[in-house]
């Protein structure tokens, strides 16, 4: 069974970067697609962004805007989520969760079969 653990959050001032981890444990990445949500204290969670297995074709929310890269070394068993210019509204618990790759739909899409536990992240002065 594929677990997910995130890891590299904390606390940094508005404009700053970082980089969060999700790495793999009992199983690969491949064949996966991942994904990374996020969920602000009272409010639901969010899609962020996601890359497909293979071509690795990525996907972003709106609200990314250019700021945030997915990527993933498969050789790693990790994803990353490089977040640059943080502002106080991306505060929030960071999850990333993976997709079984199926054939009928080659590129991510935001799917669930895989949790890791998350990563808080607070941007503030």
């Known amino acids: 069974q594929l677990q997910l653990a995130e890891s590299g959050g904390g606390l940094v001032h508005p404009g700053g970067s970082l980089r969060l981890s999700c790495a793999a444990s009992?199983?690969?990445?491949?064949?996966?697609?991942i994904a990374w949500f996020r969920q602000a204290p009272g409010k639901e969670r969010e899609e962020v962004g996601c890359?497909?297995?293979?071509?690795?074709?990525?996907k972003y929310a709106d609200f990314v805007k250019g700021r945030f890269t997915v990527s993933r070394d498969d050789a790693k068993k990790t994803a990353y989520l490089q977040m640059d210019n943080l502002q106080p509204e991306d505060t929030a618990v960071y999850y990333c969760?993976?997709?079984?790759?199926?054939?009928?739909?080659?590129?991510?899409?935001?799917?669930?079969?895989?949790w890791g536990v998350g990563t808080l992240v607070t941007v503030s002065s």
């Open positions: 009992q199983a690969s990445l491949h064949y996966k697609h």
């Open positions: 969760a993976a997709e079984i790759w199926r054939a009928y739909d080659p590129h991510c899409g935001f799917g669930t079969d895989f």
């Open positions: 890359i497909s297995y293979g071509d690795e074709t990525t």
